[in-house]
């Protein structure tokens, strides 16, 4: 069976950090560009981060830009986000996804939601004032 499972999520106050992980289990997914977003009750999912199949390009989105940082280690199947300078507004269950369809892709990863076909079941960050 393949499947993604997040972990590290959690309450903090605000200041805080966290380290969520993401490993991918059923099949290689080291040639695939990965991704996390979050979605935040009565929000729509959004695009926070994302990391090109050998992590040589990064792409963010501006709320998070310079406190969040993602990385991946392809031979423990795993792509993390350390979140730094945590706000209440970073309050969201954050999921991380796989675009399965491009294999070794050079170009930027991609930020769109639908750009991705594989996504973990989420884990919840609570940041507190």
């Known amino acids: 069976q393949v499947q993604a499972v997040e972990s590290g999520g959690g309450s903090v106050q605000a200041g805080g950090s966290l380290r969520l992980s993401c490993t991918a289990s059923?099949?290689?997914?080291?040639?695939?560009?990965r991704g996390w977003f979050r979605q935040a009750p009565g929000k729509e999912r959004e695009f926070v981060a994302a990391?090109?199949?050998?992590?040589?390009?990064?792409n963010y989105a501006d709320a998070v830009k310079g406190r969040f940082t993602i990385s991946r280690d392809n031979s423990k199947s795993t792509v993390y986000l350390q979140m730094n300078s945590l706000k209440p507004e970073d309050t969201a269950v954050y999921y991380c996804?796989?675009?399965?369809?491009?294999?070794?892709?050079?170009?930027?990863?991609?930020?769109?939601?639908?750009?991705?076909?594989?996504w973990g079941q989420g884990t919840q960050v609570t940041v507190s004032s």
């Open positions: 059923g099949r290689s997914f080291g040639s695939y560009a």
């Open positions: 990391i090109s199949w050998n992590g040589g390009i990064t």
């Open positions: 996804a796989a675009d399965s369809s491009r294999h070794f892709a050079s170009a930027r990863p991609p930020s769109l939601l639908s750009e991705y076909n594989f």
